[in-house]
């Protein structure tokens, strides 16, 4: 059965930056596109990015240029680096293997001074 196990998420002031991690057990990441999700109090989920097994990552307008989205496949984990964080960042955070039908539990960030 497939698990994912995001961490690494907490307070941090505007500007700040955190680092994401999704740890995979059940399956092996290396043949699958990984994503980062986020869903904020009273709105729908949104998908920030991607990563292909090439190792290319795909971005959301919302946070081109602040987050980068990376995986080690021996490790079976991937990370968002966010960066620039902005209040409006505050969300929690989701990671999710394309084509399956299985989320973890999240990981809150929140962005406040």
């Known amino acids: 059965q497939v698990q994912l196990v995001e961490s690494g998420g907490g307070l941090v002031q505007p500007g700040g930056s955190l680092r994401l991690s999704c740890a995979v057990s059940?399956?092996?990441?290396?043949?699958?596109?990984m994503n980062w999700y986020r869903q904020a109090p009273g709105k729908q989920r949104e998908w920030l990015a991607s990563i292909t097994t090439g190792g290319r990552g795909n971005y959301a307008d919302s946070v081109k240029g602040r987050f980068t989205i990376s995986r080690d496949n021996a490790k079976n984990t991937v990370y968002l680096q966010m960066n620039s964080l902005k209040p409006e960042d505050t969300a929690v955070y989701y990671c999710?293997?394309?084509?399956?039908?299985?989320w973890g539990q999240g990981t809150q960030v929140t962005v406040s001074s």
């Open positions: 999710k293997i394309t084509g399956v039908d299985r």
């Open positions: 059940g399956s092996i990441i290396s043949i699958y596109t």
